[in-house]
């Protein structure tokens, strides 16, 4: 097999990940995506049991191989946690250190929306005056905005750092390198951010925005931090993808918004939301060994969404 078949530019059989907000929309995605395509063990953590053992039902349900062999049906793990919690990050760190002795890639993908901090236009088209932006705002209670950091920033921050060990014990098991050889991937932490971190320009939805700009910062100084480590660092920023978190006023019951025309230019210039096959394709490559160049990044998936964001309110 040629080195550059897509078998082998993709090729993340044995990978072991662990998968944060795994139980539903994008990272159920991943962890399916990772499962699919050959990873030894996939461990999804998230507060809801039910929605872990969902995403372990519908790889099942799709890998109906597994069922007869026995052995491979326990690829996916769900581990309940709670990312705000270090002692919830602690026990699920324990959990998976009894069933793993590395982890070569960490997706730490929970996150929340938090208050809607949007103010409107008046129906005659006139702006809402300085006095009911500042009661609006101010009606938001600080710890319904502070809750959104604790999930998104501190939440993110305290997963990366649980998992360092793990990670570095992935890289020892690396082989040494062989003059023109090209080097295995190096252990990788990947953080979900959001094309609103951004975006200057999503009127009064303060909260969720300056969490996910933190979360772009905390990718570039995570992976500067960690170089001396060799424990990469990357980040993915999507537009508008179909997810619990993301339903609702964006689409209509029953359609993902996947096919062309589904949003104007105006909102998406691709007129269509992220499908899982987008994010999976991201996701293979970036775990693979065609994106082992990459550290330090935030990958954009959003049909050109961020270019004209401002213009969607
Ligand atoms: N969908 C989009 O359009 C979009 C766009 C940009 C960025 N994103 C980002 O993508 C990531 C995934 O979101 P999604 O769209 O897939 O929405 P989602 O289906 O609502 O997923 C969010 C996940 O986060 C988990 N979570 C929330 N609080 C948690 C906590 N305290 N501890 C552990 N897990 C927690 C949830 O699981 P439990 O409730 O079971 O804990 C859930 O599985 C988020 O970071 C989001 O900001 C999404």
Do not use: C
């Not at 990272?27 to 053992?53: C, H, P, Q, S, W």
């Not at 208050?115 to 609006?136: L, R």
């Not at 209509?252 to 918004?257: K, M, Q, S, V």
């Amino acid at each position: 097999m040629s080195h550059l078949q897509a078998e082998n530019l993709y090729n993340i059989r044995g990978l072991v990940a662990v998968i944060t907000g795994g139980g539903s929309g994008l990272g159920r995605t991943m962890a399916l995506t990772l499962a699919t395509n050959g990873a030894a063990k996939v461990f999804i953590l998230g507060r809801r049991e039910d929605a872990l053992n969902e995403t372990v039902a519908q790889f099942q349900a799709t890998n109906p191989s597994t069922k007869d062999t026995g052995a491979e049906t326990n690829i996916i793990i769900p581990i309940v946690t709670d990312v705000t919690s270090q002692a919830s990050l602690e026990a699920a760190y324990a959990a998976i250190s009894a069933q793993t002795t590395h982890v070569d890639l960490l997706l730490v993908n929970s996150g929340i929306l938090g208050p809607p901090a949007k103010i409107v236009d008046n129906p005659d088209g006139s702006k809402p005056s300085i006095a009911e932006v500042k009661d609006y705002l101010w009606s938001i209670p600080m710890e319904d905005f502070t809750r959104v950091f604790e999930v998104n920033t501190t939440g993110a921050y305290y997963t990366a750092i649980a998992f360092l060990p793990l990670l570095d014990a992935a890289n020892k098991r690396r082989v040494a390198p062989q003059k023109n050889v090209l080097s295995s991937p190096l252990a990788q932490i990947v953080i979900t951010s959001s094309i609103a971190g951004y975006s200057r320009r999503v009127p009064f939805d303060f909260a969720y925005n300056l969490s996910k700009a933190s979360v772009n910062h905390l990718v570039k100084v995570l992976s500067t931090s960690l170089t001396d480590y060799n424990i990469r660092v990357n980040g993915i920023a999507p537009g508008l993808y179909y997810s619990e978190m993301s339903a609702g006023p964006n689409f209509e019951e029953g359609n993902t918004g996947v096919s062309d025309g589904s949003f104007p230019t105006s909102m998406i210039p691709m007129t269509r939301a992220g499908g899982e096959e987008d994010i999976a394709g991201l996701v293979l490559w970036i775990a693979g060994p065609s994106g082992g160049y990459i550290n330090g990044n935030i990958l954009v998936t959003d049909g050109g969404r961020l270019s004209v964001l401002q213009s969607s309110y």
